[in-house]
């Protein structure tokens, strides 16, 4: 693992307002402080969702739609949106941004895993952002809840992070980290710092989906932990809306909850 390679998601709850329009304040910020963390001399992975959340907004749907083309439509509408943001936004900061879009069926054929993986190590090394994003507009297995692979992109983030080689894979969140019950519903939930390993029994602590604008929960995030912790990736759970939280990760202090990655030979 190359603890300079930083893999970071971030989830349509964080990047979008209730109404489903981009949070502009954040999605700035955090534009900003990938920036200076890739400055410092990381490269920086980001794995963003929101596409169909924007998509619904700007098509001005009154709600989001549950026929699979109109979905597909709205996340072809919202990347475009997102990406063109993502690009003005880096820009303002003096990055460069690339677009990639690929389905759980690409990562299935070894080709086609072989040229995504050359790709974005030609990006990174030539200290191009890559912006991943599963390819919606043409795969339905994300969006249809009864056959969800990457669950709001967490999975498909430790994915990504494993053939890499990243050293963290840091998911940003509408909540801290994981706590030992649902703080949402418990004022006395406290909040666990470090993960040695994601057992069943951390497993059975999330609690139902989070936001109703994105597609992942908590679940899906304790799946990707233990993903990438057997791949020797240590993995933050912290909040969304404080990008800056991503400084101290890198300065390694206590923020969010940390899932420590496995010894691998």
């Given at each position: ?50 596409a ?31 990406m ?67 669950g709001?992109?967490?999975?498909l ?39 040695e390993?994601v ?46 939280g ?20």
């Amino acid at each position: 693992m190359n603890k300079k390679i930083i893999t970071v998601k971030v989830g349509t709850s964080t990047i979008t307002n209730e109404n489903g329009s981009i949070n502009l304040r954040v999605l700035d910020r955090l534009c900003r402080v990938l920036s200076e963390i890739e400055s410092m001399g990381y490269q920086v992975v980001l794995v963003s969702s929101g596409a169909i959340a924007v998509g619904v907004n700007k098509m001005r749907l009154s709600h989001k739609p549950q026929e699979l083309p109109l979905k597909q439509a709205a996340a072809a509408v919202g990347q475009c949106e997102l990406m063109h943001l993502y690009d003005k936004l880096f820009g303002e900061y003096g990055k460069m941004v690339a677009q990639i879009l690929f389905t759980s069926e690409d990562l299935a054929e070894e080709k086609k895993r072989e040229n995504l993986s050359n790709t974005l190590t030609a990006l990174l090394a030539n200290g191009i952002i890559p912006i991943i994003n599963e390819n919606d507009s043409i795969s339905s297995a994300e969006i249809e809840s009864d056959k969800k692979i990457f669950g709001d992109n967490d999975m498909l983030s430790a994915l990504v992070a494993g053939f890499i080689g990243a050293g963290k894979l840091i998911i940003l969140s509408d909540i801290e980290g994981l706590f030992d019950s649902n703080p949402r519903t418990n004022p006395e939930a406290k909040r666990i710092e470090k993960v040695e390993r994601v057992t069943d029994e951390i497993i059975a602590l999330a609690d139902g989906a989070g936001s109703t604008r994105g597609t992942g929960g908590m679940v899906s995030k304790l799946d990707a932990a233990r993903y990438a912790t057997e791949q020797g990736i240590d993995m933050w759970i912290t909040l969304g809306a404080n990008p800056e939280g991503l400084y101290d990760i890198v300065d390694g202090k206590a923020v969010g909850t940390w899932f420590v990655g496995r010894d691998v030979e």
